[in-house]
């Protein structure tokens, strides 16, 4: 049960800006987590302590036997992002919470995220990384762009920037060419 006595708290840190915490939960436990502290904040009107509750995903294209779907894949498995003001209230809230296992920081203390941490987790920024069955060496057709029709061979995958390297034979010599990886198809 929550004492009394935190209403000090919650006045105190009223006007105090919300910072980004972390929160390790169990494996597979994530979305769950999530949707709990959400209708714990909804039913105790706590919406003026806990801002926002994220489990941040990337969606991920992925490319198999020539076939691509995209899904949605967790970055960070394991963790639960939370943008609150941090008082005891907010505090038992989480802690208390099914499958919270703890605040990451020192011992029992929640640390909060730095503006760098929270430039550098992406935690507002939508990102699409491309999951492809390339590998170095393996043949591939392009199927558009301006070299449509060559065959070469994968010499890098870049898959933040959907950015591929393949070796194509032009102009009487093996050249280096980047290409976008959707434009390519493996020969099996």
Same mark, same amino acid.
């Given at each position: 049960?929550?004492?009394?006595?935190?209403?000090?708290?919650?006045?105190?840190?009223?006007?105090?800006? =919300?910072?980004?915490?972390? @929160?390790?939960?169990?494996?597979?436990?994530?979305?769950?987590?999530?949707? #709990?502290? *959400? &209708? /714990? $904040?909804?039913?105790?009107?706590?919406?003026?302590?806990?801002?926002?509750?994220?489990?941040?995903?990337?969606?991920?294209?992925?490319?198999?036997?020539?076939?691509?779907?995209?899904?949605?894949?967790?970055?960070?498995?394991?963790?639960?992002?939370?943008?609150?003001?941090?008082?005891?209230?907010?505090?038992?809230?989480?802690?208390?919470?099914?499958?919270?296992?703890?605040?990451?920081? =020192?011992?029992?203390?929640? @640390?909060?995220?730095?503006?760098?941490?929270?430039?550098?987790?992406?935690? #507002?920024? *939508? &990102? /699409? $990384?491309?999951?492809?069955?390339?590998?170095?060496?393996?043949?591939?057709?392009?199927?558009?762009?301006?070299?449509?029709?060559?065959?070469?061979?994968?010499?890098?995958?870049?898959?933040?920037?959907?950015?591929?390297?393949?070796?194509?034979?032009?102009?009487?010599?093996?050249?280096?060419?980047?290409?976008?990886?959707?434009?390519?198809?493996?020969?099996?």
């Amino acid at each position: 049960m929550i004492e009394n006595n935190t209403e000090d708290n919650i006045n105190k840190d009223a006007d105090e800006k =919300p910072r980004w915490y972390v @929160v390790h939960t169990y494996s597979g436990y994530e979305n769950k987590v999530a949707t #709990d502290i *959400e &209708k /714990v $904040v909804d039913n105790r009107k706590l919406d003026n302590l806990i801002k926002e509750v994220r489990v941040p995903v990337e969606k991920v294209v992925e490319v198999k036997d020539n076939k691509k779907k995209e899904v949605e894949r967790k970055m960070y498995p394991g963790y639960v992002l939370l943008k609150m003001i941090l008082t005891d209230d907010s505090w038992y809230v989480v802690r208390n919470t099914r499958g919270v296992t703890g605040f990451v920081g =020192p011992g029992s203390k929640p @640390v909060p995220l730095t503006d760098e941490e929270v430039a550098a987790l992406g935690i #507002d920024v *939508e &990102k /699409v $990384v491309v999951d492809v069955d390339f590998n170095k060496g393996d043949q591939v057709n392009i199927k558009s762009g301006t070299l449509s029709g060559y065959v070469g061979e994968i010499s890098t995958v870049d898959t933040e920037t959907g950015i591929a390297v393949v070796f194509v034979f032009m102009f009487g010599r093996k050249m280096n060419v980047e290409v976008e990886i959707s434009q390519l198809e493996k020969i099996k």
